[in-house]
């Protein structure tokens, strides 16, 4: 199989604050891991491509600083987003991409809600 | 260009009927892949199916089925008797091998299913 799992699955916090999400890929090593944020009735939006071990690659006019991303290791990249504010509520999903392969493979996703 | 074009944003049908959900791609690349992911209410991306730019078979699993024509760059889904549990957002998505394989996603069809 390749299940990916992402946690949390739904954050409310408070403008100003930084969340965390997890990534991680249950049974198998991802070498590449994608960030991707939909917004409501949109399609999703790739924001970065995470090599582990390595500093990962943002997509035009997304924020780098913002949205911080480790990739620390083999089965696990976390996104942080920094001193939220409301316009960053959104459907967060990351997938992973097996060693030597070319599928992604999606995890649940993460509603983050900033009041 | 690598695009993928969902033209219809969303589709409407009564229970039992049979809908084609339309997806129409553009790639220089002569090595591709083409994806159809099905998003439920629940957020989480279900894989549907893989098609790789060589095989132009058409595939039948259940009451969904593809059609994958180069000559048009159409790579179209049908669910035949459609029912409730099928209205969900569709995307369709564009894989090529050149680069860092990120994937390219259409912008959905949302297929509601009435009873």
């Known amino acids: 199989g390749a299940v990916v799992s992402q946690h949390p699955s739904r954050v409310i916090c408070k403008s100003g604050t930084s969340v965390k999400i997890e990534c991680r890929s249950l049974?198998?090593?991802?070498?590449?891991m994608f960030w991707y944020r939909q917004f409501p009735k949109k399609s999703l939006m790739l924001m970065a491509t995470?090599?582990?071990?390595?500093?990962?690659?943002?997509e035009q006019g997304v924020e780098k600083d913002k949205f911080l991303i480790n990739h620390a290791s083999l089965t696990l990249s976390t996104l942080t987003v920094t001193s939220a504010h409301p316009e960053d509520s959104s459907f967060y999903i990351c997938?992973?991409?097996?060693?030597?392969?070319?599928?992604?493979?999606f995890g649940p996703g993460t509603r983050l809600t900033v009041t | 260009a690598q695009k993928v074009t969902q033209a219809q944003t969303e589709i409407s049908v009564v229970e039992k009927e049979d809908v084609t959900l339309d997806c129409v791609y553009e790639?220089?690349?002569?090595?591709?892949?083409l994806f159809w992911y099905k998003q439920p209410p629940s957020g989480e991306l279900v894989f549907l199916i893989r098609?790789?730019?060589?095989?132009?078979q058409n595939e039948i699993s259940g009451r969904y089925s593809w059609n994958f024509q180069k000559s048009t760059s159409s790579f179209n889904f049908t669910i035949t008797a459609s029912q409730v549990v099928d209205s969900a957002v569709y995307f369709c998505?564009?894989?090529?091998?050149?680069?860092?394989?990120?994937?390219?996603f259409g912008t959905g069809t949302r297929l509601k299913v009435l009873a």
């Open positions: 998505a564009l894989l090529t091998t050149s680069g860092t394989y990120k994937y390219i």
């Open positions: 790639t220089r690349d002569t090595t591709y892949y």
């Open positions: 995470s090599n582990e071990g390595s500093k990962a690659t943002y």
């Open positions: 098609r790789n730019s060589f095989d132009e």
């Open positions: 049974d198998f090593q991802a070498t590449t």
């Open positions: 997938s992973a991409l097996k060693a030597g392969g070319y599928e992604q493979y």
